[in-house]
Nanobody, 124 residues
């Protein structure tokens, strides 16, 4: 089992940057594919980015491509989401999630563990 704790959210102006962190517990953190999701008020949770534990490959939602970067530091049991050129429509609660699956997963129901979320607010 793994516990996930996100941090790094906050209020930022449009065009600014934030780096979210997700710290995981457990000795097998490196064997989890990690994903970031977000949920805006009144909307469904949506996929943002994921990184595979087996290949290190990454995948992004169209809304994140070219602006967001997912990375991981297995020595620190941490996965990051660097967010640049933020837009007001990026405002949401951001969640990290972990799955045992070795390949990239974009469906939230296929993730096994979730963090509590961190709020990101982008002002105009």
């Amino acid at each position: 089992q793994v516990q996930l704790v996100e941090s790094g959210g906050g209020l930022v102006q449009a065009g600014g940057s934030l780096r979210l962190s997700c710290a995981g517990s457990g000795r097998t953190f490196s064997r989890y594919t990690m994903g970031w999701f977000r949920q805006a008020p009144g909307k469904e949770r949506e996929f943002v980015a994921a990184i595979s534990w087996s290949t290190g490959g990454t995948y992004y939602a169209d809304s994140a491509k070219g602006r967001f970067t997912i990375s991981r530091d297995n020595a620190r049991n941490t996965v990051y989401l660097q967010m640049n050129s933020l837009k007001p429509e990026d405002t949401a609660v951001y969640y990290c999630a972990a799955t045992f699956r070795a390949t990239i997963v974009v469906v939230s129901s296929l993730y096994d563990y979730w963090g509590q979320g961190t709020q990101v607010t982008v002002s105009v």
